[in-house]
């Protein structure tokens, strides 16, 4: 039985034995811009062509959305190395790379740990280039006295879509301005809200940032990439919604796996 073709294996084997080399003489733990300048300056004595935080731009729905930066991208995209700092490399860390891989259309991707007692890696080929998967919808079962139901709808319809494409790894802003995009194409009006000012017995207090976005005048829609959701992020919310007179908050995760959606009532 023939074995499958190993992509790259040249210049995996040469990053494998550069990574671990900066491993055995740095030690675990370290910042990981550390880790970032060694393995640079190993690839480079190597003989690899290599840009560090090379910039890419996220585009959705044929439109920019952002910018992110890949931590090395070696050799015009034969392979983009991705470095963590973590007790292990996880499943988000994997569906992560992924994500760039889509973006980037790199050939391979190598994950490389440096928190934990060894050095860990793991190798991701780009199995998803040229593979298209249409996004399917199913309306999700709302409740009866729910305010704004077909609004609500159409924006966890906007939400999953903007996961389903871009997948989990990027920063707040660029899934923010997918979610605007997406707005933008169904058809909602939406204001993006970047600052509210504040008042005390009717006296101006000052101003804070926020970035937000009012849909139709009803609902804030908060959108953002953190490891949860807690319960202060959703007095914020409440907050926002009762500077805004706005009766409806939408709180969106897009840090994982899945999408994770909280709604966010104003108490008034």
Not at 80 to 101: F, R
Not at 216 to 236: C, Q, R, S, W, Y
Request: proline share 4%; net charge positive.
């Amino acid at each position: 039985m023939n074995k499958p073709h190993l992509i790259h294996k040249e210049l995996t084997y040469i990053v494998r034995g550069v990574l671990f080399k900066v491993y055995n003489q740095l030690g675990p733990k370290l910042p990981e811009k550390l880790y970032q300048k060694a393995v640079t300056y190993g690839l480079i004595e190597q003989g690899i062509s290599c840009e560090q935080e090379k910039q890419f731009e996220v585009i959705y729905r044929n439109e920019s959305s952002g910018t992110y930066y890949i931590d090395h991208w070696l050799e015009d995209g034969k392979l983009l190395l991705e470095l963590k700092v973590k007790p292990e490399i996880m499943p988000i860390h994997k569906a992560q790379t992924i994500s760039y891989l889509k973006l980037t259309g790199a050939d391979l991707a190598i994950i490389a740990n440096f928190g934990a007692k060894s050095l860990q890696d793991q190798r991701l080929p780009n199995f998803i280039r040229g593979k298209t998967t249409d996004f399917q919808w199913q309306p999700q079962p709302l409740s009866t006295d729910i305010l704004y139901p077909a609004l609500t709808d159409t924006i966890l319809k906007g939400l999953y879509r903007v996961h389903f494409i871009l997948g989990p790894g990027f920063i707040h802003r660029v899934y923010r301005r997918a979610m605007m995009i997406e707005l933008q194409q169904q058809g909602i009006g939406y204001e993006p809200i970047r600052k509210i000012d504040f008042y005390y017995n009717n006296k101006y207090v000052g101003q804070q940032k926020t970035q937000i976005i009012k849909v139709e005048n009803k609902i804030l829609l908060g959108v953002f990439a953190l490891k949860t959701i807690d319960e202060a992020m959703k007095m914020v919310m409440n907050t926002r919604l009762k500077h805004l007179g706005v009766k409806v908050g939408i709180l969106a995760n897009f840090y994982g796996e899945q999408l994770v959606v909280e709604r966010v009532l104003n108490t008034d």
